[in-house]
C-alpha cells in the first residue's frame, strides 16, 4: 500500500494527515503529488470529494518547506478560489500541515474589512489563498505583491476561467513570476482552461483519475417526477423534515430566501446561503450547518463547488441546475471522501424535457421515481425509503436572533406585576396609561443582555 511518505511528502506533514485518520492517498493524490512535488505545471481532474484540495495542498507547502523565507506582502504561493466560503475552507484544511512545516497560511477574501486583511500581510504570509477580487484590491492598494510567487493554485479552474472571473484571474497571474509553477484542478476541469494553459503553463502534465463528466461511484441519483409547483412545495418540505444533513439548490437568491423561511415555518431549521447576505451571517450558516444545528442549507450555487461538509446525506436540486457540470458540482456536496449519498433532482412537469437533457450530459444514471400523486401509496413510501421523508412538525423556527425579539417577555413576577399596574392605572387615567406604556418600553433585562452580546 502507497503512503503519503511514498510519495515523497516530508515526515512532519504525513504526520499531521496521520492524526486526521488520512493514512493512504486517494487516486488523484498519488497520481499528482509526485509530479506536483517535481515541481511540473498540473491539469488535475478527480470527482468531487477525492481529496484535490490536498493534491495541490500539499506539495505546496512542502515546496516552500526550507527554501527560503517570505516577507511581508510577499507571498511565496497563492491559491484562487471562486468563493470565499472556499478559500476560507482552503485555508482552513493547509493550516496545519504548512504550520507543521513553519509556514503560514493567509486567507483574504471580500465582506471582511479590507484594512484588517492589510494589517494581517504586514507579516510575513507563505501561502496566500484569496478569492479574485479581493487579492486584485489588495495588488491596488499596493500592499499585495504577486512578484515573489513561486506556486500558483486555480482550484475550480474550469470556473475560474469562465468569463466572470478570467480577466480577473489573467490579471493576478500575469502579476506572478512567468516561471511560477502552476497547478489546475477541478471535477470538471474541461477545455475552458486552454486560455489559461495556453497563457501561463509550461508542458502541463494532465492528472486526470476521472470521466469528463466526473460521476462518484457511491452516488445515488434519482428524478422524482413530482407534478405541478404545489406538489413539489410540499414534498420540499417533508423532504426538509427528514433527519441528517441536506442541502438543497436553488436557482435564485430570491428562491433561497423563499424557501428557506417556508421550511422555517413548518418547523424545520433551515438556513439560506448567497451571495447577497452579509459575511457574517454567511460565515454563520455555513458554521451551523456543519455543526449540526442547521439541518437545511439552501443555496444558489455558490455552495455549488468545493464545499466540503461531512455528513450531508442527500442533495436536492429543488430547482434544476442551468447546466451539467453545475449538476454534477452541486451533486458532489454529498458522498464525499468514499462515503455514500443520495441526490435527488424534484422535476415538474414542464421540465421534464430539460432536465433528461441535463442528466445525459451529466452522464449519470437516475432513477426515476413518479409521485406526482399524493394519492398514491408510492408516494410517501417512495419519498421515504429515498430520502427519509417525513411529516414537518409544523412548529415554526424562527431565524437566528429573530426569536427573542418576537417572544413575548416571560411572565415573571416583576412584569406581572407592571402589567397589574398598568391595567389599574389605565382604568383609573389615560396620562398614567401613557407613563406605563413607556415603562414597559424600557429594554428588559433580556434585551440588554442580548444587545452586549451583539
Ligand atoms: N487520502 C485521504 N483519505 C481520507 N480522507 C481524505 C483523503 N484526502 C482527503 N480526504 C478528505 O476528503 C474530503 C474531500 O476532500 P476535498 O475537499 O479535497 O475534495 P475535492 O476533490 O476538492 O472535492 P470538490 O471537487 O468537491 O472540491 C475532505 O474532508 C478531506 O479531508
Ligand atoms: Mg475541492
Not at 87 to 114: F, K, T, Y
Not at 194 to 214: E, G, I
Not at 246 to 255: E, L, V, Y
Amino acid at each position: 500500500m502507497t503512503t503519503f511518505a511514498d510519495l515523497g511528502l516530508p515526515r512532519s506533514i504525513v504526520s499531521v494527515l496521520s492524526k486526521q485518520g488520512i493514512t493512504s492517498p486517494f487516486p488523484i493524490q498519488e497520481a499528482a503529488i509526485p509530479d506536483a512535488l517535481a515541481g511540473k505545471d498540473i491539469l488535475g481532474r478527480g470527482p468531487t470529494g477525492s481529496g484535490k484540495t490536498f493534491t495541490f495542498g500539499l506539495p505546496i507547502i512542502a515546496r516552500l518547506a526550507g527554501s527560503g523565507a517570505s516577507k511581508p506582502a510577499r507571498p511565496r504561493a497563492l491559491i484562487l478560489a471562486p468563493t470565499r466560503e472556499l478559500a476560507i475552507q482552503i485555508q482552513e484544511r493547509l493550516d496545519e500541515p504548512a504550520n507543521s512545516m513553519g509556514l503560514r497560511v493567509l486567507a483574504v477574501v471580500g465582506g471582511v474589512n479590507i484594512n484588517h486583511h492589510i494589517r494581517q500581510l504586514a507579516r510575513p504570509v507563505d501561502i496566500l489563498v484569496a478569492t479574485p477580487g479581493r487579492a486584485q484590491d489588495l495588488v491596488n492598494q499596493k500592499k499585495l505583491s504577486l512578484s515573489e510567487v513561486r506556486l500558483t493554485a486555480l482550484d475550480e479552474a474550469d470556473q475560474m476561467a469562465d468569463m466572470g472571473f478570467l480577466p480577473q484571474v489573467k490579471k493576478l497571474l500575469d502579476l506572478t513570476p512567468r516561471d511560477a509553477q502552476r497547478l489546475l484542478f477541478s471535477a470538471t476541469l474541461d477545455g475552458d482552461v486552454n486560455k489559461l494553459v495556453d497563457r501561463f503553463m509550461h508542458n502541463p502534465v494532465t492528472h486526470s483519475t476521472a470521466p469528463v463528466q466526473a460521476a462518484v461511484d457511491t452516488m445515488k441519483h434519482y428524478l422524482f417526477y413530482v407534478g405541478e409547483r404545489e406538489d413539489r412545495n410540499k414534498v420540499v418540505i417533508r423532504i426538509g423534515a427528514r433527519d441528517g444533513k441536506t442541502i438543497m439548490f436553488m436557482r435564485t437568491k430570491h428562491g433561497v430566501d423563499r424557501q428557506a423561511k417556508k421550511l422555517r415555518r413548518a418547523g424545520i431549521s433551515a438556513m439560506g446561503l448567497h451571495g447577497d447576505k452579509g459575511q457574517n451571517t454567511r460565515s454563520t450558516t455555513l458554521q451551523g450547518f456543519a455543526d449540526g444545528s442547521v439541518s437545511v442549507l439552501v443555496a444558489t450555487d455558490i455552495a455549488a463547488r468545493g464545499i466540503d461538509v461531512h455528513d450531508v446525506s442527500l442533495v436536492v436540486h429543488v430547482d434544476p441546475p442551468a447546466e451539467h457540470k453545475a449538476y454534477l458540482h452541486r451533486a458532489g456536496r454529498t458522498a464525499r471522501a468514499g462515503e455514500s449519498g443520495t441526490v435527488v433532482t424534484l422535476v415538474m412537469n414542464e421540465q421534464r424535457d430539460e432536465v433528461a437533457k441535463l442528466i445525459g450530459k451529466a452522464g449519470v444514471d437516475a432513477q426515476t421515481v413518479d409521485i406526482s400523486t399524493d394519492a398514491s401509496p408510492a408516494y410517501n413510501r417512495a419519498l421515504a425509503q429515498i430520502t427519509g421523508a417525513q411529516a414537518a412538525t409544523g412548529i415554526p423556527v424562527p431565524e437566528p436572533g429573530a426569536q427573542p425579539a418576537k417572544k413575548p417577555a416571560a411572565p415573571n413576577k416583576q412584569t406581572r406585576q407592571t402589567q397589574a399596574n398598568k391595567r389599574s392605572s389605565s382604568s383609573r387615567n389615560g396620562q398614567k396609561r401613557g407613563r406605563g406604556a413607556s415603562t414597559s418600553n424600557k429594554p428588559s433585562r433580556s434585551t440588554n443582555s442580548r444587545r452586549r452580546s451583539q
